[in-house]
């Protein structure tokens, strides 16, 4: 799941939390609901979802590169 800016569409759940507005697919969300999005000024964006990592590609692996 990414984080990106994006402009809000009619299939899109709104979140506003502090002036700040999320917008997920309507369908994306039913299927990686809870969503959680946590800020860290010298680190960015984390984000959390329930949905489930792929068994094939690389995702934390350290033998790429």
Known sequence: MALALDEQKDNDVVHEIDGYKFLVETALMEES?????????HMGFNIKSGLKA?????SSCTSCG
Request: overall charge neutral.
């Open 33 to 41: 609901k809870p969503i959680s999005v946590e800020f860290h000024p």
């Open 54 to 58: 792929s068994s094939s590609g690389c």
